[in-house]
């Protein structure tokens, strides 16, 4: 099983570049292509990484040791070296008809291991309670098309957000999409979904789109009747010129599962199935919002600015459990919950908002690429007497530095870098990041840590 493994990569690298070239049309005008990417990374931190385990965590709504902080000798250390394989196929097809009318269906599913050489192991993001088909499993696209230049576009189905999305366009050739992309008050995969984009404004300053999106998602009523149907709406602005891209994107979600994992799934909100001593808590529905503006800037062929500002805001949300109505505790979690507050105010959940920006510089010189970058978190407002994170705040900086490798393929990149992280305070990570682990170091513990990377990406 483990030489199967193995071998997998290099075949897949091989179907890759002869797909590379196997995007074809029919005699009516029809057209089909094929396309995605592999990445391979290995990484090593230089710190000790300590992980409470389930049990010293309270893991069922304490998951940031907010409530329980264990002693730094009775945590166990991972280990120190770490893998990541992530692989993309997108199956696409567009027709354009005499009107200049476009026509277009894709299909894009993603792929996870903690195996670098392990590949097509387990889906990128597990949304979908017992998917079986293709159909219904955890796409990240799936979408239905039809355009026209003067008119714009009108896409439906399961769409990317134009939050995470662009976000890891601008990050990613930086070393920084994994910390900036996946953080944040966002939502990446909205499972259902209209998008309505403008068509291309031009004048003599540059070019500008609009585009607005409106998404929802089934109930998740397994556990409660009180159970609310997840609803988003995001407006997005794209204008560039020779010198500048800008975009900014507004999202807002009521109803689902609240977080602050920039790359979550829109999915819905149990409800409020908790009663302590037959007492319901009657804790209100959750939302969440978040705003970014960033962009490139190229004053020469030779090098880019890359920048971003991101305001994130959620309105707390309790942790729900099924609680013993003798002992009045939780016996195993259905949702964490959200910057909630201590047990004798039933872990009310607390309004936030927070900061966060990036800004990045980029070199080019043949076919190789330098990068320097950073990103800070910062603290946030809130009125929870409970420490989760809201007094901390971080710094994140990358240098990296890539080359492309035509000479074995023109998608091919071999990469390498290393990051330094500094926490404010010690105790519960930003809430801007998803868990204390994010950035390779536990705040609980260490305020800072570094490490390094390499890997490579083959796109096709």
Known sequence: MKRTKLICLPLFVSVASAVNAASFEVASGSKFEISGFTKHEWSRSFSPIHVPTNEQSNYTIDNRNALTKPSVTSVPQASRNSELSIQQLSLGATHETAGAVSVEARMTYRWRSSEAFKVFDVADQDYIAGNGTIWKSDLTEKFLGVSRPDLGSLKFGTLLSRSWSRSDAFSFPVGLSGAWADSGAGFAILPTSIRLTSPIWEDGSGKLTAEATLATNNKNSAYSSSATTPKAVELFLQFSNSKNLIELSMQSASGAKQTSFGKAALVGWI??????????????????????LQGNHWPNPQNMLTWGVRRSQWSGSAASCTYSQTDGYCLFGIDPGFN?????????????????????????????????????????????????????????????????????????????????????????????????????????????????????????
Do not use: C
């Not at 409800?271 to 970014?292: E, F, H, L, W, Y």
């Not at 007094?391 to 990296?400: C, E, K, V």
């Not at 513990?445 to 796109?459: E, F, I, M, Q, S």
């Open 340 to 460: 909630y507050g201590p047990e004798n105010t039933n872990y009310v959940g607390y309004r936030a908002r927070t900061m966060d920006t990036m800004l990045a510089w980029s070199h080019y010189r043949g076919l190789y690429t330098y990068t320097l970058g950073g990103i800070y978190f910062g603290s946030a407002s809130s009125d929870n007497p409970t420490e989760w994170g809201q007094s901390n705040s971080a710094l994140h900086l990358n240098l990296g530095i890539s080359r492309l490798v035509p000479e074995v393929h023109k998608g091919l990149r071999v990469s390498a870098g290393t990051s330094f992280t500094r926490f404010d305070n010690t105790g519960p990570a930003p809430l801007s990041m998803p868990n204390n682990n994010f950035l390779g170091v536990n705040p609980l513990y260490k305020k800072h840590g570094h490490g390094a990377t390499v890997g490579l990406t083959w796109a096709f």
């Open 271 to 292: 409800g409020d199935p908790d009663s302590i001593a037959g007492v319901p808590r009657n804790s209100g529905k959750p939302s969440q919002s978040v705003v970014t």
